[in-house]
């Protein structure tokens, strides 16, 4: 798994901590939440172009739709969830948004799998 992957699961672990301490306190997320989460999305547009990169480079065994997807996918979980969030300002928004946030590892995990049929 690539060092990015690993940064960027552990800032999901930290903005999952804060959502469920949020959901527990029956608070909903303000602007320290959403500058985290923007952050995230900051090295997710780091990894949509490192992932592009070694696509172009060399791919020989990869599924370059599959592989490109996930990195899309990705890439647009954050803003949808955090958008619903906003939108639902209810302890049911927090909840759509810390899914939105244990998805992306589990991304990362698929993207890495992806990656290794690389021969």
């Known amino acids: ?12 672990a930290l903005v999952l901590v804060q959502l469920i301490v949020l959901m527990v306190r029956d608070r909903l997320p303000g602007r320290i939440t959403y500058a985290l989460l923007a952050l995230l999305e900051l090295g997710l547009v780091v990894q949509l172009v490192v992932g592009l990169a070694m696509v172009f480079d060399d791919h020989r065994g990869v599924s370059v739709p ?3 997807g996930y990195l899309v996918g990705a890439l647009v979980i954050l803003p949808l969830a955090a958008g619903w969030s906003w939108a639902e300002r209810t302890r049911s928004g927090t909840g759509v948004l810390l899914v939105g946030v244990v998805l992306l590892p589990v991304l990362f995990l698929r993207l ?3 990656w290794s049929t690389h021969v």
Request: charged share 5%; aromatic share 6%.
């Open 1 to 12: 798994m690539s060092t990015l992957h690993i940064v960027l699961s552990l800032g999901c």
């Open 66 to 68: 599959t592989y490109v």
């Open 112 to 114: 890495h799998d992806i």
